[in-house]
């Protein structure tokens, strides 16, 4: 299986503040890359597929970015609600695993 | 608008067997094939398979092969996961999710509510 590792596990920032989570693959998936966020009690939604196609109706304050086995979420300018937990998730081949996960917290 | 909705939470008693259902509306059932993933307290997201809905085709995790069970009833837009000899690890929200596949990528929109399985003697 292909294993998706995130960094940070949980970070503490403020609003407005720019905030960047990485995502590595064990192996090449091109760009085979989605984000996910989600809030508590609730299922995940779709920010990014492709690894840097925004999904409709996200904010573009939201991007993506990589290929290969790197790859990068940035919110550029962080809002309230964009306190959740974030994943990424391989699409280029299954089982489709995810990241641990990326918990924003507000600071 | 595109909308899975999932069957309400379960309690079960470890050996038992589980089903959830989600059913889709807003599109055309049969022309997306549909994911089960499912989240244990405080763990990360874990795919469990999949089913072709236009043909019944399914593919499982290697994790769960043996135990799940994934089919699909095209007549009611709806999806099925069946999950069997339960054990409290178990314990956990399942969510089904659409998959789209198109050249700029693969990726699972909309996702259903979350039905909660309980483990528990």
Same mark, same amino acid.
């Given at each position: 299986?292909?294993?998706?590792?995130?960094?940070?596990?949980?970070?503490?920032?403020?609003?407005?503040?720019?905030?960047?989570?990485?995502?590595?693959?064990?192996?090449?998936?091109?760009?085979?890359?989605?984000?996910?966020?989600?809030?508590?009690?609730?299922?995940?939604?779709?920010?990014?597929?492709?690894?840097? #196609?925004?999904?409709? =109706?996200?904010?573009?304050?939201?991007?993506?970015?990589?290929?290969?086995?790197?790859?990068?979420?940035?919110?550029?300018?962080?809002?309230?609600?964009?306190?959740?937990?974030?994943?990424?998730?391989? #699409?280029?081949?299954?089982?489709?695993?995810?990241? =641990?996960?990326?918990?924003?917290?507000?600071? | 608008?595109?909308?899975?909705?999932?069957?309400?939470? %379960?309690?079960?008693?470890?050996?038992?067997?589980?089903?959830?259902?989600?059913?889709?509306?807003?599109?055309?059932?049969?022309?997306?094939?549909?994911? @089960?993933?499912?989240?244990?307290?405080?763990?990360?997201? %874990?795919?469990?398979? @999949?089913?072709?809905?236009?043909?019944?085709?399914?593919?499982?995790?290697?994790?769960?092969?043996?135990?799940?069970?994934?089919?699909?009833?095209?007549?009611?837009?709806?999806?099925?996961?069946?999950?069997?000899?339960?054990?409290?690890?178990?314990?956990?929200?399942?969510?089904?999710?659409?998959?789209?596949?198109?050249?700029?990528?693969? @990726?699972?929109?909309? @996702?259903?509510?979350?039905?909660?399985?309980?483990?528990?003697?």
């Amino acid at each position: 299986d292909i294993q998706m590792t995130q960094s940070p596990s949980s970070l503490s920032a403020s609003v407005g503040d720019r905030v960047t989570i990485t995502c590595r693959a064990s192996q090449s998936i091109s760009r085979f890359l989605n984000w996910y966020h989600q809030k508590p009690g609730k299922a995940p939604n779709l920010l990014i597929y492709g690894a840097s #196609s925004l999904q409709s =109706g996200v904010p573009s304050r939201f991007s993506g970015s990589g290929s290969g086995t790197d790859f990068t979420l940035t919110i550029s300018s962080l809002q309230p609600e964009d306190f959740a937990t974030y994943y990424c998730q391989q #699409s280029y081949t299954t089982p489709r695993t995810f990241g =641990g996960g990326t918990k924003v917290e507000i600071k | 608008q595109v909308q899975l909705v999932q069957s309400g939470a %379960e309690v079960k008693k470890p050996g038992a067997s589980v089903r959830v259902s989600c059913k889709a509306s807003g599109y055309t059932f049969t022309g997306y094939a549909m994911h @089960w993933v499912r989240q244990a307290p405080g763990q990360r997201l %874990e795919w469990m398979g @999949w089913i072709n809905a236009a043909n019944g085709n399914t593919k499982y995790s290697q994790r769960f092969q043996g135990r799940v069970t994934i089919t699909r009833d095209t007549s009611a837009s709806t999806a099925y996961m069946e999950l069997s000899s339960l054990r409290s690890e178990d314990t956990a929200v399942y969510y089904c999710a659409r998959d789209i596949d198109r050249p700029a990528g693969r @990726w699972s929109d909309p @996702w259903g509510q979350g039905t909660l399985v309980t483990v528990s003697s």
